[in-house]
């Protein structure tokens, strides 16, 4: 295991209420500055919950909601994020769902799990990307090992010409967020910053039991796998974690034609996003 770096000054994690996200939350916040935890809850329902985290630290602990089934949330969510902080040292992008058991539609038009799993971080990431410069910092794709079976076709990314299964559409959605990682540190502008994806393991939670009968290690255990990918002090340049330790993916994340042709239709089913109506474009060049 690589060592682990003193606390960063602001982290940034998706998916903080349940599960493996609310036990990285609680082992973050006695090592860092400013916390800034994300929910698809709304803020009145979450005093209990962030009463709870503050109570473990010193650390400014702030809460920002947005449901990642709709992309102008994810908008709206890095415009509250940039008016909390002017970096960010660490986004780790853990918030996931499992895929329903028949195929639906986001209120994008995209595949839910899709949008939820993989537009949605991207989305993020993109949009932060001059704090995470500001910071020379690191962004962390909490993926799953179910990737490695996956296959996943740039031109039919929504599954409306591929067999939908819950399991299928999750193990998809999953290698984007291996390959993306992989292409961050590739197309890299200077100031650069850090990527990389990780399995936190068989973990215990509602999304593992939504689709597989199997039992799980405590949240704790995935938290630390989550957490060493967040705090090494060595640079991970794209790296796959399966738990603690850097592991081949799946061979299409490896190849630079798969991640371009991937990015390039990703961009184009972002391409419309505004947290506002205000439009912008994402991607290299506004691509
Ligand atoms: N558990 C495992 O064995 C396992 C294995 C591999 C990878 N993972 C990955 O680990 C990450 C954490 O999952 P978990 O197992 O801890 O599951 P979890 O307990 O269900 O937590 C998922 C988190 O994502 C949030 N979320 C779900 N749908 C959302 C949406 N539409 N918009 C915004 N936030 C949403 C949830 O919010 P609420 O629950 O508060 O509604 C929760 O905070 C996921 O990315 C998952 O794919 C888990």
Same mark, same amino acid.
């Given at each position: 295991?690589?060592?682990v ?48 985290l ?6 400014? +602990?702030?809460?920002? *909601?947005?449901?990642?089934? =709709?992309?102008?949330? #994810?908008?709206?969510?890095?415009? /509250?994020?940039?008016? $909390? ?47 995470l ?51 961050l +540190?590739?197309?890299? *502008?200077?100031?650069?910053? =850090?990527?990389?994806? #990780?399995?936190?393991?068989?973990? /215990?939670?509602?999304? $593992? ?17 989550v957490l060493?990918?967040?705090?090494s002090?060595?640079a ?20 630079p ?7 390039m ?23």
């Amino acid at each position: 295991m690589p060592p682990v770096g003193p606390a960063p000054t602001t982290l940034v994690l998706t998916g903080a209420t349940s599960g493996i996200g609310e036990a990285v939350a609680r082992l973050l916040i006695p090592r860092v500055t400013r916390l800034i935890v994300h929910g698809p809850q709304h803020p009145g329902e979450m005093d209990r919950f962030l009463g709870r985290l503050r109570d473990l630290g010193h650390s400014e +602990v702030h809460y920002v *909601p947005a449901n990642f089934d =709709d992309l102008a949330a #994810v908008g709206a969510l890095a415009d /509250r994020i940039a008016a $909390l902080t002017d970096q960010v040292d660490v986004l780790i992008n853990n918030a996931g769902r499992p895929g329903p058991p028949t195929r639906q539609l986001s209120i994008d038009g995209n595949e839910l799990t899709l949008q939820t799993n993989y537009l949605a971080p991207v989305l993020l990431t993109e949009r932060l990307t001059a704090l995470l410069r500001a910071a020379h910092g690191r962004v962390v794709h909490v993926s799953s090992a179910t990737h490695l079976s996956a296959s996943l076709e740039p031109d039919d990314l929504n599954m409306e010409h591929t067999a939908y299964s819950s399991t299928v559409a999750y193990a998809r959605s999953k290698l984007g967020l291996v390959a993306h990682a992989r292409w961050l +540190v590739d197309q890299a *502008p200077s100031p650069r910053f =850090d990527a990389v994806s #990780v399995h936190p393991g068989v973990i /215990r939670t509602e999304l $593992l039991h939504a689709m597989f009968d199997i039992g799980g290690a405590p949240a704790a255990q995935g938290a630390r796998n989550v957490l060493q990918a967040a705090l090494s002090t060595d640079a991970w340049d794209g790296q796959y974690l399966a738990e603690d330790r850097s592991a081949p993916p799946n061979p299409a994340a490896l190849d630079p034609d798969f991640r371009s042709r991937l990015m390039m239709q990703t961009f184009r089913l972002m391409r419309h996003v505004s947290a506002d109506g205000r439009s912008f474009s994402v991607g290299l060049d506004g691509a």
